[in-house]
């Protein structure tokens, strides 16, 4: 075991309910209902259904839930499925650092595992701020989208931490299960590059996956590689170099810095989202001659910069599409899960305003990210007169957070078209009562519903 491996392993073994403040407790139950929520939206998705039909032909002996269907499967295949919900909308929570990601998308492998293990509610939300910080610690030091792999690395490792934390696996077994996620699972780049397919809302579900995977294997005595960070051709050597894990050292733990999203699209699009919402108050669409936008390069170069991104044919190219979002937001005056069908990326008012879109990087706003996520938008109308907004935080953002009546706005609006009021309020009741609950199975009750 290397050193990097066993300060991730001690963490684990050290972490208890009684180390997680009250604060951080209600924290993690939030992003769980936010998670959920985003399930909902994504549940009768194309993605979804493709994994839901794998699913339901696995059987096992310590099944856990399709949520939906209710439909038994593996923990693996459900979590997989599950997993696909709640990515498919790109509206579930975010965490921006030197790396960046969706750590919520390990949310459906953990409760997955705490089913099929029957663990109890509150071991649930520790084993939740186990993965959060590890994938959190790790998008803190690594950069790994400009070294050309993918999210899927932070989340194939929170989710091992998590996991393992919830099947109780000792020393030896948690460092084998890490070994084996992080060297057989590194995904590249090209998941969200140029067109994007359906993949780029299912890799991290299949990282989830494989995490719980590689913690049945450790648990059943399967070693892993040695040195899997530190040694010759692992991940210092191959990917990342050297780096030092703070775990558990800051006065919060990462899953209270993690940023709730307010519209069903790519991150760095949700301050210019708003702000596009407040100029169509002050200069009408078709009143437009040119929208001028300013942003740092992370933003530019995920979702302005493409030629793709001025021609989306795909509903994953369209939530990652700058220019496309900013003219629903101006036409349509909403951004929502009805906004990505065919016949609106082919609607020709916003075909045309998509090309008077023009967007650039600001080098001082790259300079302030991520401690600032500063973008400037400049609409000039016909008549030559500029509007200008400016906003340095996105809402949902931990310096701009949305509130527990928000989020569980966002909840029952998601979960309005699948079940009545009274199963919407049971669900919200048993997320809330979790750190009281002997077992989940309340909460996976209420997950089982016909589509309305």
């Known amino acids: 075991m290397d050193r990097t491996t066993d300060s991730i392993v001690s963490f684990i073994l050290d972490l208890s309910e009684k180390k997680i403040s009250s604060h951080t407790m209600h924290q993690t139950k939030m992003r769980l209902m936010d998670a959920l929520a985003c399930a909902l939206g994504g549940l009768n998705s194309p993605p979804a259904l493709i994994a839901c039909r794998l699913a339901q032909q696995i059987q096992s002996k310590a099944p856990a839930q399709v949520w939906g269907s209710g439909q038994a499967s593996s923990m693996e295949m459900a979590a997989f499925a599950n997993a696909v919900m709640v990515r498919y909308l790109d509206y579930n929570d975010t965490y921006i650092s030197k790396g960046s990601g969706h750590p919520s998308d390990m949310i459906a492998g953990l409760i997955a595992v705490a089913q099929a293990e029957r663990c109890s509610g509150s071991a649930l939300l520790v084993a939740t701020v186990v993965a959060y910080e590890v994938f959190t610690a790790l998008a803190d030091v690594i ?55 359906m993949w780029k809302g299912v890799a991290t579900a299949w990282s989830v996956r494989a995490a719980i995977s ?66 169509r108050k002050e200069v009408p669409w078709s009143h437009i001659a040119e929208i001028q936008v300013q942003t740092y390069y992370t933003a530019y170069s995920e979702i302005g910069s493409e030629l793709e991104k001025w021609h989306p044919t795909t509903r994953e190219t369209a939530d990652h599409s700058l220019p496309y979002l900013l003219s629903l937001a ?9 906004s990505f069908t065919m016949e609106k990326m082919k609607d020709p008012v916003l075909v045309d305003l998509m090309s008077r879109i023009k967007i ?19 609409i000039v109308d016909k008549r030559g007169a500029r509007f200008t907004k400016t906003a340095h935080y996105p809402k949902g953002h931990e310096k701009n957070p949305m509130t527990d009546e928000q989020i569980e706005w966002k909840f029952a609006m998601l979960a309005d078209a699948l079940m009545p009021t009274q199963q919407k309020a049971a669900l919200l009741t048993e997320i809330k009562a979790l750190d009281d609950r002997k077992s989940i199975d309340d909460l996976m009750r209420r997950m089982v519903f016909e589509s309305r």
């Open 214 to 279: 590689a913690c049945l294997l450790a648990k059943e005595g399967m070693s892993g590689p040695t040195a899997a960070f530190e040694g010759r051709h692992g991940v210092f050597d191959q990917i990342t170099g050297p780096f030092e894990l703070q775990l558990g050292a800051k006065a919060d733990f990462g899953i209270d810095r993690t940023a709730i999203k307010f519209f069903p699209s790519e991150y760095h699009s949700q301050a210019p989202l708003a702000m596009a919402l407040e100029l």
């Open 330 to 338: 101006l036409v349509d005056a909403r951004i929502d899960q009805d």
């Open 360 to 378: 650039s990087e600001n080098k001082d706003f790259t300079a302030a990210y991520p401690h600032q996520l500063i973008t400037q938008i400049d």
């Open 143 to 197: 950069g790994i989208r400009d070294l050309g792999w993918d999210q899927g690395f932070f989340v194939v490792l929170g989710a091992t931490a998590g996991v393992s934390k919830l099947m109780n696996l000792n020393r030896e077994q948690t460092a084998d299960a890490l070994a084996i996620a992080v060297s057989a699972n590194l995904p590249t780049r090209q998941t969200r590059s140029g067109q994007l397919s």
